[in-house]
């Protein structure tokens, strides 16, 4: 996710499993918020102590992955139609299976209509 913050849990996850202290617990899903704008609509960015969202509304199992490189992995999450329908989402993330964020990304307001599909995807690179 170009522009993206990465955790501070996160990167502390990868160097133990690098050492082999502890295995590397795997992306299960995309948390969703509508606190990555202010006021006036001037994007929030996140700091990577954060372990949240600045305002989280929905958590969801990713749909999967696609390998686009050998330093590039896609996660993809559909949003159904009933799914944040009226929702201004402005904020995202990738969580592990632990539960705690891995990677957040705010971005202009992005109207959820109520019927229709929204997919998000986010790249996790290197």
Known sequence: ???TTVTTKAKKKMLQAR????AL????GMAF???GVNESGTI?????EQNVLHKEVLR???D?????SDTKVRYSCTL???ELAGVYISECGLYDADGDMVAMKSFMKKGKDGDMEAVFECEDMF
């Open 33 to 35: 918020g509508t606190g």
């Open 19 to 22: 050492a082999g202290i502890a």
């Open 64 to 68: 999967g992955y696609e390998v686009v």
């Open 25 to 28: 617990p795997k992306i299960t």
């Open 60 to 62: 969801k199992a990713i």
């Open 1 to 3: 996710m170009a522009g």
């Open 80 to 82: 159904a139609e009933n």
């Open 44 to 48: 929030i960015p996140h700091s990577a």
